[in-house]
DNA sequence: ATGCCGTGGAAACCACGA
């Protein structure tokens, strides 16, 4: 089973490359960040006809969440993170698939910091936090995908001394990031590449993907009963290079059967 | 370090992003 994350920036702008690498990549479970659509205006029919089925918290001009599936019947558990009645940013959505429980969330920025909006992220890391310690004492299958907005340590970034003051990579979101594992998830990418520079995000300015002036944003956390069934993981980043891209590209995992797990002997 | 790139929406510019 292979599940993506990908920040699409603008979901109906960037609709045919959604539909271009839906085709080449065939993902099962895909979690979409950055919709920048209101409800009404996600392009459900389009997506439909590529095969997938989907949910979605839309917003008007920014933000936005979706999560689409290849054939395989979701059930939303919820919409929103919970902790603040008062957040109305779409940034948040959870569905039950194949006896997992997938969420798909768009971290704030946070800059500039310090100030407002980097206080709103951090209160919503420590949601976040919140959040995912109840889940991970379910003790269930639990994946946490989607665009982190942190750099989680100095492989992440092509040049960490130019980020120091940055929200992505100061040190506070790092070590929420670090609390979260702590409490027992494991980072799929990094997890199967602990020496490996990959990145998920270049930056439109500066020909940074021309560079390779990256960062890795997007990240998939595991619970520890689905980090054992995790089988391979990538960043389709040849994406980022097409005609209209956004300016992050596709990242996935394959996961083995969970169903049929006691067969799967490598 | 950011004038620079790109999206969506309102208005022919602005907010926002990372």
Redesign the pocket.
């Known amino acids: 089973m292979k599940i993506a994350t990908f920040?699409i920036?603008?979901?109906?702008?960037?609709l045919p490359v959604l539909l271009r690498w839906l085709k080449e990549a065939g993902p099962d479970v895909v979690c979409l960040?950055?919709l920048?659509?209101?409800q009404e205006?996600f392009p459900l029919k389009p997506i439909q006809d590529a095969g997938y089925e989907a949910v979605w918290h839309g917003q008007?001009?920014?933000?936005g969440v979706a999560i689409l599936s290849k054939g395989l019947p979701m059930e939303v558990v919820r919409s929103e993170l919970p902790g603040d009645k008062k957040d109305l940013h779409s940034r948040y959505i959870e569905v039950i698939v194949e006896n997992m429980l997938i969420a798909c969330l768009?971290?704030?920025?946070?800059?500039?910091a310090p100030g407002e909006?980097f206080d709103y992220k951090m209160k919503w890391l420590q949601r976040l936090k919140k959040h995912a310690k109840y889940l991970i004492s379910e003790e269930v299958p639990v994946i946490l995908a989607g665009?982190y907005?942190v750099i989680p340590t100095e492989l992440d970034v092509y040049k960490p001394e130019?980020w120091l003051?940055?929200?992505?990579f100061m040190p506070e979101p790092r070590r929420a990031y670090q609390d979260l594992l702590k409490q027992g998830w494991t980072d799929a990418i990094r997890h199967l590449h602990p020496e490996e520079r990959i990145y998920t995000?270049w930056?439109?300015?500066?020909k940074a993907y021309q560079r390779d002036a990256g960062?890795r944003?997007d990240h998939f956390l595991l619970s520890p009963q689905v980090a054992g069934l995790l089988s391979s993981s990538g960043v389709d980043r040849h994406v980022r290079g097409w005609e209209?891209?956004?300016?992050?590209a596709p990242a996935w995992i394959e996961i083995k059967d969970i169903n049929h797990q006691q067969e799967t002997i490598v």
């Open positions: 920040n920036n603008g979901v109906n702008g960037r960040q950055e920048k659509a209101p205006k008007k001009s920014w933000n768009y971290l704030p920025n946070g800059n500039p909006k665009d907005n130019s003051d940055n929200a992505l995000f930056d439109y300015l500066y960062l944003l209209k891209a956004s300016d992050h």
